[in-house]
């Protein structure tokens, strides 16, 4: 990071993985504001370039020397490629724990200082909807997806002590023009917030490695931000806009995951790959 002047911003080269998907696309446009130039990245296609400012380069994160070459010239990453859903392990394995160390390494191999990480609310998602936590508390991962959210955290936890580098982990909520179901009403993160979370994510000091949950100002909150507080994000939205559209929705039983665990649907995802799952 470079100290900002009229003139400069504080990034040259700001790296986006996932630029395809629904959060990259808005971010494509929002991280402008931080860099000089945005390399986007994703397996799928993308929108073409608008010009010097705004690179696109395809790239399947589990191929390492791809990723090494993809990051040259970045000093800072914004991480958001992946599975971002349950799927089968292997799936999982690829794009989501090869690619994420595929990140780090070229990072590491680059001198690059700041990564920020999209992680997940489903690291945490086998808790109650009735218990408030934070950072701080045990996780407990809600599928496989979940888990390589979890080692993404911990190989941000093991490039910062052995190397330095600083990574801010979201775990994002739901981010969604708006909620979608009765439980986003509590997990619900507005764009608007999601590019503030971002931005202080980039532009924080002394972050080391932060984990941060990404959620709006809801009126019903399971997860506190008090270990976070030196980031500065302070969100804007709340998803009570939306409560009464959310209350016409039938409500989901009161034994359904929907209405038992934080993760909601996730944690009764799969699995996907033995016989009675074929049988379906
Ligand atoms: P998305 O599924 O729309 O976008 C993910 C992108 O990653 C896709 O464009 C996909 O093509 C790309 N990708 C998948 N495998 C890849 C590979 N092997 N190599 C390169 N690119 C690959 O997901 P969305 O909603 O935009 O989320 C972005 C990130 O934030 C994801 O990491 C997701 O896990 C995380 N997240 C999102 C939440 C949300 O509510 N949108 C909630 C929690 C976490
Ligand atoms: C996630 O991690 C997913 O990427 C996203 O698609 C949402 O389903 C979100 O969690 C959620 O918990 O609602």
Redesign the pocket.
């Known amino acids: 990071m470079t100290t900002q002047t009229s003139q400069q911003k504080p990034f040259k080269r700001i790296l986006l ?8 696309q808005i971010l494509r446009e929002t991280l402008q504001a931080h860099a000089e130039i945005v390399r986007s ?4 296609p993308m929108a073409e370039s608008r010009g010097e400012h705004d690179e696109v380069i395809n ?4 191929d390492k020397a791809g990723v090494a070459a993809l990051v040259e010239g970045v000093d800072a990453i914004v991480h ?6 349950e799927r089968p392990f292997e799936e999982i394995l ?2 989501n724990i090869r ?1 994420t160390f595929h990140i780090y390494e070229a990072a590491r191999q680059q001198g690059i200082k700041r990564i920020v990480f ?5 690291v945490t998602g086998f808790y109650s909807q009735d218990a408030e936590i934070d950072a701080h508390s045990p996780r407990r991962p809600d599928g496989y ?1 979940a888990l390589s ?1 979890a080692y993404g955290e911990d190989m941000a936890t093991f490039y910062f002590h052995r190397y330095g580098i600083e990574t801010v982990s979201l ?6 023009p708006e909620p979608r179901n009765l439980r986003m009403l509590s997990t619900w ?1 507005s764009y608007a917030d999601l590019e503030h979370l971002v931005a202080r994510a980039l532009l924080a000091d002394d972050v080391k490695h932060s984990v941060v949950y ?1 959620v709006s100002a809801n009126r019903d909150q399971w997860w506190s931000n008090r270990h976070a507080a030196h980031l500065g994000f302070a969100p804007q939205d709340s998803s009570e806009a939306f409560r009464a559209k959310m209350e016409q929705q039938p409500k989901p039983a009161a034994d359904s995951p929907d209405s038992l665990f934080q993760g909601g649907a996730f944690t009764a995802a799969g699995p996907f790959d033995d016989l009675a799952a074929r049988r379906q």
Not at 17 to 24: D, E, V, W
Not at 41 to 44: A, G, P, T
Not at 80 to 85: D, R, Y
């Open positions: 993985t996932g630029a395809a998907g629904g959060l990259g990245s994703d397996i799928s790239c399947n994160l589990a958001l490629g992946g599975i971002s859903v690829e794009a690619g999209a992680s997940s609310n489903h997806y959210k775990r994002i909520g739901s981010s969604f993160l990404g």
